[in-house]
Nanobody, 124 residues
């Protein structure tokens, strides 16, 4: 099993920036793809971005392309999400996820390890 502990987040005005971190521990040698998802109030949890084990392949949902950057440092077992030019519609609880089987990408039910979630609030 892999344990994921998130940090970062908070409140910011529109146009501002935040960085989320997700530190992994446990069986980190078995981690493959990692991803970020978010859940806005009253809505289902949705895919935000994913990154391959090597970091060479990434994917973003259209609404964050050009504003968010996903990255990972395998030496530190840490996943990051740099969020820039934030908008009120980015307000949500953000979750990191890690895949232990090499099968996951953008579908949340493919991930078997989840962080605790962190609130991001963007005010207009």
């Amino acid at each position: 099993q892999v344990q994921l502990v998130q940090s970062g987040g908070g409140s910011v005005q529109a146009g501002g920036s935040l960085r989320l971190s997700c530190a992994a521990s446990g069986r980190t040698s078995s981690m493959y793809a990692m991803a970020w998802f978010r859940q806005a109030p009253g809505k289902e949890r949705q895919f935000v971005a994913a990154i391959s084990w090597s970091g060479n392949t990434t994917e973003y949902t259209n609404t964050v392309k050009g504003r968010f950057t996903i990255s990972r440092d395998n030496a530190k077992h840490t996943l990051y999400l740099q969020m820039s030019r934030l908008k009120p519609e980015d307000t949500a609880v953000y979750y990191c996820a890690a895949d232990s089987y090499g099968l996951a990408w953008s579908a949340q039910d493919e991930y078997d390890n989840w962080g605790q979630g962190t609130q991001v609030t963007v005010s207009s």
